[in-house]
């Protein structure tokens, strides 16, 4: 099984936190590889004398005379670390009023939800959960003020991080020796497959491996190659992260042997709870205040979007605050803002989101139309499209027509769209951190049938969009998958069966970009202009997003109707027939009901708290 119960972490990072965080190690490791060997006894009395970290709730007052009080106990504490921890966070509120102030006619929103269907997977999830900011100096101080406890939680985990990479480097300066023995010997071997191995030494042993394989001229034993180790790497691998040897070698594959290990921890780790903001509703300053005033500590999730928050803790269910119910905010994982806003709808303009269940991105392109326009949220699920109809009346997406197709049936029954989103159905590889299932269950014909569903979505959603569109012409292709064969193999395929369309730059301010060629396949250079997201490098679900621009008219392009007329005569039945039907007009209280229960229970989990205890008093 996987490890992620004994690999549990503090509170998530936020995306700048966690880069930031990276940079600060390898500048650290640089020094300390030179002060290794004399420091080495000194660091570990000073791990030893280190304080454990109390996480349990401390009032304002504490948490400020702790954060002091640990910083002047400590001999080692990098007072330079502990200052920007400190600072960053009433930093972020600065920089966060400004850049509100400047955007607040900028409305921007939408939601999300967390629905894994059986087959595909959706980045959203409906449970996480994790400091702050505002737009108003004064605000501002409030809630910095009502976020000291999340800083005090942020500097316990700075400390224990620290910890965690001292040990790591004791690991890998003191066990690691040049042409040390790494490869079992045969008879060891033998006994490694008779049953389960003591973890420790799996993962010394993977550590021992990447070494190696980082500088195997230098490292590698006499008479031993390199797929040897590759081997024993794999399959340690899944015996310590608990995967089929079939998607360890895969997910392997993409990465060099360091970042594969960097790959494999981060998705024993739960991403941040984040909530974007639905500016149909609300602010995400007045949100993000009332918010507070209940007891929730939160920061802005980074600099690229204005409308997501990053939840640390909360003192109340989430996903069943009267903000919540009352459609100001959705919960969303930060990556699945991304599509949407490479998307970047405009006013008036028709929208089709094609796979669009359960609507986190179709309420977000809804937001940011101001509800002008139409946006066709289509989901060939039936099933699903109810929680996508749901959330489109929570948060008050008047521009909305939902519609029940297999995607692959545009343009015949809808063409003509100035811009599509096909958030496609994919493998899950992005999201294990959220769903462990997929480290057995997908297997390799997954990776021969979703694609091919994945390609023909696309040439549908390309022959779809109108190429003289005024303002668009627009199409996005994302999955919450990092598999190639989902991702630049089929956005490959596309740009090769239909030369009417270009790759264009998705416009994201973060994001690594897409391979070019991968193992011996070669891809057009434009698919570096697509963009990869990765647990290990953005703190996000591992995501693709590309961005194309239809140049032209095809053949293909043949439909009954264009989305124009159909949004007329969606307007006129709707006039007939008032616009909400009954059987959606309004919640049902035991759907509710459960939303709710699911909340409480996730929210005691996380509070170390058995939810049988407190519930069936
Ligand atoms: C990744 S999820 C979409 C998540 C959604 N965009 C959101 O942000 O909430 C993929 C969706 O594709 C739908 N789907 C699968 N096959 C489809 C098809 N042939 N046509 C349309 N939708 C399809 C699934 O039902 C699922 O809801």
């Given at each position: 099984m996987g490890r992620r119960a004994k690999n549990k972490q503090g509170e998530p990072l936020s995306i700048e936190e966690f880069q930031a965080r990276k940079q600060k190690k390898g500048e650290k490791r640089t020094f300390k590889?030179?002060?290794?060997?004399?420091?080495?006894?000194?660091?570990?009395?000073?791990?030893s004398e280190r304080p454990v970290s109390n996480k349990s709730k401390k009032t304002k007052k504490q948490a400020v005379a702790d954060v002091e009080s640990d910083a002047s106990d400590l001999p080692e504490v990098d007072y330079e670390e502990l200052a920007n921890a400190k600072k960053s966070l009433f930093e972020d509120s600065e920089e966060e009023e400004e850049e509100e102030l400047q955007g607040l006619d900028d409305l921007e929103s939408g939601e999300d939800e967390i629905d894994v269907d059986d087959e595909f997977y959706d980045s959203d999830e409906g449970d996480r959960e994790r400091p702050m900011f505002s737009d108003d100096e004064e605000d501002m101080e409030e809630l910095n003020a009502?976020?000291?406890?999340?800083?005090?939680?942020?500097?316990?985990?700075?400390?224990?991080?620290?910890?965690?990479?001292?040990?790591?480097?004791?690991?890998?300066?003191?066990?690691?020796?040049?042409?040390?023995?790494?490869?079992?010997?045969?008879?060891?071997?033998e006994e490694i497959a008779k049953g389960p191995q003591d973890l420790t030494m799996v993962r010394t042993r993977m550590l021992e491996v990447v070494k190696v394989l980082e500088d195997f001229k230098t490292l590698s034993e006499e008479g031993t190659n390199r797929s040897q180790y590759i081997d024993r790497f794999v399959k340690d691998l899944c015996e310590y992260f608990g995967y089929s040897q079939f998607l360890a070698e895969k997910l392997f594959n993409l990465f060099s042997p360091s970042e594969a290990m960097e790959f494999f921890e981060a998705n024993e780790i739960h991403r941040p709870i984040t909530i974007r903001t639905n500016t149909l509703k609300s602010r995400r300053r007045d949100l993000a205040q009332s918010l507070v005033n209940k007891g929730v500590n939160l920061q802005p999730i980074g600099p690229w979007t204005k409308v997501g928050l990053q939840v640390f803790d909360s003192q109340v269910p989430i996903g069943a605050t009267p903000e919540y119910l009352a459609g100001h905010y959705i919960l969303q994982a930060a990556s699945s803002f991304l599509p949407v806003m490479a998307l970047d709808p405009q006013e008036n303009e028709r929208i089709l989101d094609m796979a669009a269940a359960p609507g986190g991105k179709t309420t977000y392109i809804s937001a940011l139309m101001k509800n002008t326009g139409c946006?066709?949220?289509?989901?060939?699920?039936?099933?699903?499209?109810?929680?996508l109809i749901a959330n489109i009346h929570r948060l008050g997406c008047r521009n909305t027509i939902v519609c029940n197709y297999d995607a692959r049936e545009f343009p015949k029954v809808i063409g003509g769209f100035d811009r599509i989103l096909l958030d496609a159905p994919c493998s899950g590889t992005g999201v294990i951190g959220k769903d462990e299932s997929v480290k057995v269950s997908r297997t390799e014909k997954d990776f021969i049938q979703i694609p091919h569903l994945q390609k023909q979505l696309l040439l549908s959603a390309i022959d779809s969009v109108d190429a003289n569109s005024p303002t668009g012409g627009v199409i996005v292709y994302s999955t919450c998958s990092v598999a190639v064969d989902e991702n630049e193999a089929v956005v490959d395929y596309a740009l090769r069966k239909r030369p009417n369309v270009k790759l264009v730059e998705t416009g994201l301010a973060i994001g690594k970009e897409g391979f070019?060629?991968?193992?011996?396949?070669?891809?057009?250079?434009?698919?570096?202009?697509?963009?990869?997201?990765?647990?290990?490098?953005?703190?996000?679900?591992?995501?693709?997003?590309?961005?194309?621009?239809?140049?032209?008219?095809?053949?293909n392009d043949v439909s009954k109707a264009g989305a124009s007329e159909k949004e007329a005569l969606a307007r006129a039945e709707a006039e007939e027939e008032g616009i909400i039907h009954d059987d959606f007009s309004k919640f049902e209280e035991d759907e509710d009901k459960e939303i709710i229960t699911k909340s409480i229970k996730h929210s005691l989990k996380r509070k170390g708290i058995n939810p049988a205890t407190v519930l069936n008093k």
């Open positions: 590889k030179e002060t290794t060997s004399k420091d080495t006894s000194n660091k570990k009395r000073h791990i009502a976020n000291m406890e999340a800083l005090s939680r942020k500097l316990d985990e700075e400390a224990e991080l620290e910890e965690y990479e001292a040990e790591q480097e004791l690991l890998e300066g003191n066990k690691i020796q040049p042409r040390a023995k790494v490869l079992p010997t045969a008879d060891e071997e946006v066709f949220a289509n989901d060939a699920n039936k099933a699903r499209t109810k929680s070019t060629s991968y193992r011996g396949k070669h891809f057009s250079s434009k698919l570096s202009m697509t963009r990869r997201y990765y647990p290990h490098t953005y703190n996000v679900d591992g995501f693709y997003v590309a961005k194309f621009k239809k140049i032209a008219p095809s053949p």
